[in-house]
């Protein structure tokens, strides 16, 4: 999260790049567009399998659609958070950078805690990641976009702590921004999962 | 350069040393480690093609087992395509591109170190599998579920996925680098209807590679957690079905076709000109028939499975979007012949190997649309047919390679190749990969199949099998020239001037070789062609290269981090190999201490 590689070339004569976007935030971009094709092969394949799983359990015996509601909307709200700290770093609101950075991390924590204690419960009712196509399709995308949550969170208690030592000022708002980009990325990706596994069964 | 070294501040000064090389952020010294390595790997590739071509000289030949038989052919096909045509392209994306478009470095130099990295383990963990007697043996598509633990239980194609999985990330990981590079560090005036082709081919190339990667990327991981921790993705018993895994695989492999071709194009596309002393022919359209490859190229991956039955709507949309694809394609072999045209040529060994490059391709084009006739593919596949064809493209794009080496060459050492070698060079890796290769066009329709260790004398095929072992040999020896022709130029080879064959772009107007920093003033572009135009007389090496008294350039530091970050990712995906949950997360551990401290380090 270094700026000085942004203009290397450029110092003093061409501040400027070719098209006037930020170089960081293009690249990470150009990362969130292959990793739209990652968690579409992965979905793709959860939707290829379903229905082919020759033993149980079944999805509609054992998903809580309830439970995963309460944990959406608190993924939700954590990129309503998010908002705000970019909002807060950019306008020089140490403070509520610090409150909302916090939010946000605690709120992927609560969504990751829910997740924990979804997988544990289907385990012990008998769903492991070798009983059938669907625990095999279900454990590795949803583990793949919690292990993509999880970095958010540290990414962001990092961003947290260096705001905590002040070094995190007004004129370092686009670390947050392109921090906030993966966790809205990362929330959408939730949407589509939600979505497609729970609601339409 | 004697005279730029005086005024260079001592941060720009070229450092020296294996530390300096291990800790580079230099896209031309990164480059330059890209092309070497690739090389190395083009050697392991070629004895490996040669010990086959020995066993299938002769009938019912035991001169290899047909387990060694199936470990060769395995890693010769993965070694080819991902040590050795990717790293190659790689290698002068790395070096020419930011010349081209006027920058002085990638825009994540750091990025760039840490793909390279990540390659060299990546080729390091798949070649290591020789020591283990377990190098992969289920062919460079690896299907499922052949793959699989059931019927392969060694560590074999464990070091197939991995090393695939690890080399993934490398590619990932330099497309987006190239594409932020090429679309936000041009320099002033350089539309992106002047770059040159090879920097529009390389952009096209950089969105297959962040597309195409992550689909191959989820198989592997599905491979792996069916080998490793009992998920059932592929095993049929569980109803897993083996047609998903070639869904996954072609979905990558096919743009991975246009991933190694697309570069070839893109060199030659600005050989050509250069040596035809014309601007190119239908600029705008080689650019958009080059973009439009790369969308029909993610439209065609099941040409490579009617023979599985897919029924009659998917072999004929399939059957026609293949078609479609060669329209561009032909657009493409008509204007680089055009750009020739009533040009004054000159028959450097470049051009030599751009010319001929043109010759294969189109052959290997033509087989192509053979293939797409699905009721003729099933009489081809898994023939040796099928090898012909897609051997002829591989054998333009190292011609291609074998173009840009020849040809930018005297950019990157500061000295001229020996063109009498480099011509002998040509006819024996031009000559040699015809009979290598052609023969196998009729051994195929004769009905011979790929993959199988030896032959029966009764089918008659021993007379063409042996042209076919020498030209191999023949080939062998024109790349030996080839070698050789690099070593003793970088040693003793005559001096090159700045622009040594009176080129048009930019990297010909910097000194050979550039300065650490590329240009010490970034030009102002005017045209495609700016070394041609009336603004090129303005363009003096001198002045673009010399700094000023007081200049200071600020070039990013080197750093051990990326290498750090690379050690962290590969063990990650080895230490697969213990199959326990845990294990794996030490590589984390190790990546992610590279990348915080990656994060924190200063940057100059």
């Known amino acids: ?201 | 350069m004697a005279t730029a070294e005086a005024t260079v501040p001592a941060a720009a000064a070229e450092p020296r040393g294996l530390w300096s090389w291990l800790t580079t952020v230099d896209h031309k010294r990164i480059g330059i480690l890209y092309g070497v390595t690739a090389l190395a790997f083009f050697i392991i590739g070629g004895i490996e093609a040669l010990l086959i071509r020995i066993q299938l000289a002769r009938p019912e030949n035991t001169f290899l087992d047909p387990d060694t038989y199936n470990q060769l052919f395995t890693m010769h096909g993965t070694t080819m395509i991902f040590l050795v045509a990717m790293p190659l392209a790689v290698a002068f994306f790395n070096y020419v591109v930011p010349l081209q478009i006027g920058a002085r470095d990638v825009a994540f130099p750091r990025l760039n170190a840490l793909s390279y990295w990540i390659f060299l383990l990546g080729g390091l963990v798949l070649n290591s599998s020789w020591l283990f007697g377990a190098a992969p043996d289920g062919g460079w598509f690896g299907y499922a579920p052949l793959s699989e633990r059931q019927y392969s239980p060694g560590l074999n194609m464990d070091f197939w996925a991995i090393g695939l999985q690890i080399l993934g990330i490398a590619s990932i990981l330099g497309g987006i680098n190239f594409i932020t590079t090429i679309i936000n560090l041009r320099a002033p005036g350089m539309r992106l209807m002047r770059m040159p082709l090879f920097t529009w081919m390389t952009l096209v190339t950089s969105f297959l590679l962040i597309t195409a990667m992550p689909v191959i990327a989820v198989a592997l991981f599905f491979l792996q957690f069916d080998r490793n921790y009992g998920t059932n993705f592929f095993v049929p018993s569980a109803g897993g079905d083996p047609i998903l895994w070639q869904h996954l695989f072609w979905m990558f492999g096919h743009p991975e076709v246009y991933i190694l071709v697309l570069p070839a194009f893109g060199i030659i596309s600005d050989v050509i000109p250069t040596f035809s002393r014309k601007p190119l022919f239908g600029y705008a359209i080689m650019v958009y028939s080059g973009i439009l490859i790369g969308f029909i190229g993610w439209g065609v991956w099941s040409h490579h499975m009617f023979a599985t039955g897919l029924g009659p709507i998917a072999d004929s949309f399939f059957s026609v979007a293949t078609m479609i694809i060669a329209i561009p394609t032909g657009v493409k072999i008509f204007n680089w012949l055009a750009t020739m045209w009533g040009g004054s040529l000159r028959f450097t060994t470049a051009m030599l190997y751009a010319v001929g490059m043109i010759a294969v391709f189109t052959i290997g084009g033509v087989s192509g649309v053979h293939h797409s006739v699905a009721p003729a593919d099933l009489q081809q596949t898994d023939t040796y047919y099928v090898v012909a064809h897609f051997h002829y493209v591989i054998l333009a794009i190292i011609l291609a390679f074998f173009a840009g080496i020849y040809y930018w060459f005297p950019k990157i050492t500061g000295r001229m190749m020996d063109e009498r070698l480099g011509k002998w060079s040509f006819a024996f890796t031009f000559v040699g990969g015809n009979v290598l290769f052609f023969p196998m066009h009729f051994i195929g329709l004769l009905g011979m199949p790929r993959r199988t260790w030896t032959y029966f004398s009764e089918l008659n095929l021993g007379g063409l099998n042996l042209l076919s072992t020498i030209g191999a040999f023949t080939m062998a020896f024109g790349v030996l020239l080839v070698l050789i022709n690099m070593v003793r130029s970088a040693r003793r080879g005559e001096p090159a001037p700045a622009n040594p064959w009176g080129a048009a772009t930019l990297e010909w107007a910097t000194s050979s070789p550039p300065p650490v920093y590329n240009f010490a003033r970034i030009p102002t572009i005017h045209s495609r062609e700016p070394l041609w135009d009336e603004h090129g007389g303005k363009l003096q090496t001198e002045d673009l290269v010399q700094l000023e008294p007081g200049q200071r350039i600020h070039l990013p530091s080197p750093s051990y981090w990326p290498l750090v970050t690379a050690i962290g990712v590969a063990a990650t995906f080895v230490l697969f190999m213990t199959q326990t949950w845990w294990a794996p997360l030490l590589g984390v551990a190790v990546t992610a201490i590279g990348v915080i401290n990656w994060a924190f380090e200063p940057a100059h």
């Open chain 1, 1 to 201: 999260m270094n700026h000085a590689a942004v203009v290397p070339a450029s110092h003093g004569e061409h501040p400027e790049t070719a098209t006037g976007l930020n170089t960081w935030k293009l690249g990470f971009w150009v990362l969130l567009g292959s990793e739209t094709l990652f968690f579409g092969s992965l979905i793709a394949t959860y939707l290829t399998y379903k229905g082919e799983s020759v033993v149980g359990p079944y999805p509609h015996e054992i998903l809580n659609i309830p439970l995963t509601s309460i944990s959406t909307f608190v993924l939700l709200m954590s990129s309503l958070m998010m908002v705000l700290a970019l909002a807060a770093v950019q306008r020089g609101d140490r403070k509520g950078t610090l409150v909302w950075l916090m939010a946000t991390a605690l709120l992927g924590s609560l969504f990751l805690g829910f997740q924990s204690y979804e997988f544990t419960h289907f385990y012990h009712a008998g769903l492991t990641l070798e009983t059938n196509l669907f625990g095999s399709t279900f454990f590795v995308l949803t583990g793949f976009h919690g292990a993509h949550v999880t970095v958010g969170v540290i990414w962001l208690l990092v961003l947290w702590a260096m705001a905590l030592r002040g070094r995190l000022t007004q004129a370092d708002a686009l670390k947050v921004e392109i921090a906030g980009l993966y966790w809205h990325f990362v929330d959408i990706v939730w949407i589509v999962i939600f979505t497609l596994i729970y609601l339409i069964q």
